[in-house]
């Protein structure tokens, strides 16, 4: 039977025989009980993604993922929910997981639990939950999987090496996920397809640049409640995820500086009217500071001894690896939750330093991601 993947933007045709369903009746979330205030939050993303939902109307007919088991390991929002029903609309069995431990909102968890999928999520997971939750999607013995930062491609290559063969292919949404799995291809690791969505136009261009932009400092300003007029907003890498909190922090009053070990992106970075220099000199000048590299110790303590009192970090990469939180505490002699998602260090020396959603993903950690018209947005195109 032919059968066609729906995920944002991307349409994977194949050719497959079905196979057997394997019915799954479990979920484990914070509380069943936010369902009914889930289930408002999903049909409000439903009314703002027109497009997924005319594929949902179309494919609800037609059933062509019968037959398909579904791992997915996204983020789950009130977007992801929608993606979520809509496979199942299209006949596929789907399991789900979150991508992050600090990205699950519990009451859009607790409606997809309450509609009978089995998820495995809640915010504010462990490590070690975290990858139980992966593990219970896997018992569905997928036939696709679906992606955010590559943790369930390489749980499938590092523990059930043995579930390979039921797997047609599978889909990585992110940047940081993409270089996990093209390292892992370079090595001649990888052993079943992955389309890097990534790597589609209306992705990077769309929904990192504005999407990113915009969530980066919706949850800036729920954790923070700061003026961001006339404050120095320090971005940490000018990939399309930089250009856009770049762009948005310009829009809100800000003076921005970037800082960019690619020499080319930083001379573009200067060509758009920003002051472009190393972190290390940005130290002592920011009063915000956001990373979106990939990469590791974008800020570290070398860094936040230079940085004046006040100064707030955040991190828009995919793990909390960017702003060195360990270096944070060692400079620190007090840490306590201040507001929702924020937590204030009092350094030795006795500055205050702020830190958004542990260090991960500050859009989704202390806000809801990227709005949901994005999601219509990019699959209009």
Not at 65 to 91: D, F, P, Q, S
Not at 135 to 143: D, G, S
Not at 217 to 242: N, Q
Not at 270 to 287: E, F, H, I, S, T
Request: net charge negative.
């Amino acid at each position: 039977m032919q059968f066609i993947l729906l995920y944002d933007e991307i349409f994977i045709y194949l050719m497959v025989s079905a196979t057997p369903v394997i019915k799954m009746a479990e979920y484990k979330v914070k509380d069943i009980g936010l369902a009914e205030e889930g289930r408002k939050l999903i049909d409000y993303a439903e009314k703002h993604m027109p497009v997924l939902m005319h594929l949902r109307e179309k494919y609800s007919k037609t059933k062509p993922l019968k037959g398909m088991r579904i791992a997915g390991c996204l983020h789950v929002t009130k977007e992801t929910a929608v993606l979520v029903e809509t496979l199942r609309a299209a006949g596929a069995d789907v399991a789900w997981s979150g991508c992050n431990p600090l990205s699950t909102n519990d009451q859009v968890a607790a409606a997809l639990a309450a509609n009978d999928v089995p998820v495995f999520a809640w915010h504010g997971l462990n490590t070690e939950e975290y990858y139980w939750c992966i593990e219970q999607t896997l018992k569905n013995k997928p036939t696709l999987t679906l992606d955010d930062g590559a943790d369930l491609i390489f749980t499938l290559h590092n523990k059930h090496e043995e579930l390979i063969p039921n797997l047609y292919g599978g889909s990585e949404e992110t940047t940081t996920g993409v270089i996990r799995v093209r390292a892992m291809a370079e090595d001649g690791a990888l052993k079943y397809p992955i389309m890097a969505v990534n790597d589609a136009d209306t992705k990077h261009l769309f929904d990192n640049v504005y999407g990113t932009g915009q969530s980066a400092f919706d949850g800036l300003l729920r954790s923070t409640a700061i003026l961001v007029a006339g404050k120095t907003v320090v971005i940490g890498g000018y990939g399309y995820c930089g250009r856009g909190m770049a762009l948005r922090a310009r829009g809100l009053g800000a003076d921005v500086i970037v800082t960019e070990v690619d020499p080319v992106r930083a001379l573009q970075a200067r060509m758009d009217g920003y002051q472009v220099m190393k972190m290390d000199d940005a130290a002592p000048l920011g009063d915000v500071f956001f990373t979106a590299t990939g990469m590791k110790d974008v800020v570290t303590g070398a860094h936040m001894k230079k940085m004046k009192s006040g100064a707030i970090l955040g991190n828009l990469g995919h793990y909390n690896v960017e702003v060195n939180e360990p270096d944070l505490m060692a400079l620190s002699k007090s840490k306590k939750r201040v507001r929702n998602a924020l937590d204030e260090y009092e350094t030795h020396d006795g500055r205050f330093l702020y830190l958004i959603g542990e260090g991960r993903l500050a859009n989704l950690a202390a806000a809801e991601g990227h709005p949901s018209e994005k999601y219509a947005f990019v699959a209009a195109f």
